[in-house]
């Protein structure tokens, strides 16, 4: 995995091609008459990955402001109703906008009505460097809610962009750990915020001050750090 | 840009967390965060961090002709400016109303409560008097940056230390300080600022130092400035929520008992700078 910084460019050669996160492709000859293999651009500092046959690259790196990307899933707050739909803060520079039209089972008649200060966990379904976002909150294929819309109770808690995708790794050792001692219900947006849920405050917690100690941001503990933390905090407040 | 004020969950959990007498990092409910401190290689440059909080305060010292009217004192003048590094709901330009408390506190409690003695500042009088310039930075705001910046503030106060200067009648020689020690600047006293949040809700009860959710929610929060003498300096309260009188008499004898820790802290840290600092000439 070797370091990249933005601007070097990258031998990323295959007939499929599909680029990440972090890689930009561009025309490197003026004329567009000769055909010359495109060149793959970096345009984020962090480490270089691709899948075993090469079709997949993309960076790896660490930020805290969110920039968004079309299909990735999110946890926005409802900021404002405006006519047909709502505007919804995303962490990013600005914010998005959510069709009231966007969400399981709704008509013109039956839209939902989500209060300001609701969240809501929905994917990006338009992200365009000169427009605004725009989420939905259901498959457009099958307009099916696919654990998508509003999110009620729990807790709302924020980290880093990398550990909010570490979470989602199904091999990552954190959530697991967690399940194992209580039950709790969590939602990870790719923006920085993981709503979680549990039945007791103390759990919820617990949760929220393990993924702020084992984000990479912060104290950045491994499985053993956290399981140690979880009996302190155990011997606190009696998990 | 203001970020949008916190969602209904967080804000439900929090109540709900607060009623069981739990908060989100796990203190009780009269702890402060651990104090830090760190000094930079220059006299009078402290670092001081309130968990996540940060500030960063600078005192220098020049020399300036006095004003007429007070002739026989010292200046001090304070800058703070909250810049949009701290947190994204501060802008440059356009002051705040939590920003225009966090000045008018800062000055009660470091300028106004009288802590410097502005008459030993005094060189030649009416001719030349030290000013001193405190300039605090916020680097990062997690909640409660008035009380670190007061301590942030005080600590650079009592850290830094003038020059030596010799008045042979109106002749005014200064001795750098690799010929003569430099000289501590005389305080009367260390207040420290102590900030409890309230919340709408009377069942929950305060809370000390509050974090960045706690502040936003609050329904009041009241601010006491005392030094670990039991003199009370400055007393804030803001926002709606009515207090009963023993209750503030409660919180008064609490912030007693952690301005003692606090100085005892700030003491011992300063104590180990300065150890730190001693060089042997031969």
């Known amino acids: 995995m070797p370091v990249v910084l933005p601007g070097e460019q990258v031998p990323a050669q295959h007939v499929n091609l599909k680029l990440g996160p972090g890689l930009q492709q561009v025309q490197t000859s003026s004329s567009s008459t000769s055909r010359t293999a495109p060149s793959i651009i970096v345009t984020r500092a962090g480490t270089l990955n691709h899948s075993a046959n090469g079709s997949r690259w993309w960076i790896e790196s660490n930020s805290r402001r969110y920039v968004p990307a079309p299909q990735e899933s999110i946890i926005g707050v409802i900021v404002q109703k405006q006519g047909e739909g709502f505007r919804v803060d995303i962490g990013s520079a600005h914010s998005a906008n959510l069709d009231g039209l966007a969400f399981e089972g709704a008509t013109k008649r039956n839209k939902p009505n989500l209060k300001i200060g609701s969240l809501v966990y929905a994917r990006v379904s338009l992200a365009h460097k000169d427009m605004e976002p725009e989420l939905e909150c259901f498959d457009a294929q099958t307009r099916k809610a696919e654990g998508f819309g509003e999110l009620k109770g729990g807790f709302l808690v924020k980290c880093s962009l990398r550990m909010c995708r570490q979470l989602l790794d199904p091999n990552h050792f954190l959530l697991p750990l967690l399940g194992a001692q209580f039950p709790l219900e969590v939602a990870v947006g790719l923006n920085g915020r993981v709503w979680v849920n549990s039945k007791e405050a103390k759990h919820v917690i617990a949760v929220m001050r393990a993924i702020e100690a084992a984000d990479p941001d912060g104290d950045s503990l491994d499985a053993s750090g956290i399981t140690k933390l979880l009996q302190d905090l155990d011997s606190k407040m009696s998990l | ?282």
């Open chain 2, 1 to 282: 840009m203001r970020p949008p004020s916190p969602s209904i969950p967080e804000k439900e959990f929090l109540f709900t967390a607060l009623k069981q007498s739990l908060r989100l990092d796990g203190r009780h409910a009269l702890e402060m965060r651990p104090i830090e401190l760190s000094f930079g290689p220059e006299l009078g440059w402290v670092e001081c961090a309130l968990g996540k909080t940060r500030v960063l305060a600078h005192v220098d010292a020049k020399m300036i002709k006095p004003p007429p009217e007070r002739p026989f004192e010292g200046l001090i003048t304070i800058h703070s400016e909250i810049s949009p590094m701290a947190s994204s709901e501060y802008e440059v330009g356009r002051s705040s109303e939590e920003e225009v408390t966090i000045t008018r506190m800062l000055d009660k409690v470091v300028r106004r409560s009288d802590t410097v003695d502005k008459e030993s500042l005094c060189i030649l009088a009416g001719q030349r008097v030290w000013h001193l310039r405190l300039t605090i930075h916020c680097l990062a705001d997690s909640g409660n940056l008035l009380d670190c910046a007061c301590l942030a503030g005080l600590v650079a106060l009592k850290h830094f230390r003038r020059p030596d200067v010799e008045v042979i009648g109106e002749e005014v020689t200064v001795h750098p300080p690799t010929s003569r020690a430099p000289l501590p600047l005389s305080l009367h006293h260390t207040p420290y600022c102590f900030t409890f949040a309230f919340f709408p809700d009377t069942s929950i009860p305060p809370v000390l130092d509050p974090n960045l959710l706690e502040q936003r929610l609050n329904g009041g929060l009241i601010s006491i400035a005392l030094n670990a003498q039991r003199e009370l300096c400055v007393v804030q309260k803001s926002g709606g929520v009515p207090l009963v009188q023993e209750d503030v008499l409660k919180i008064v004898d609490i912030a007693v008992g952690k301005a003692k820790e606090v100085d005892d802290f700030v003491e011992s840290r300063l104590k180990e700078d300065w150890e730190g600092r001693k060089v042997e000439v031969r």
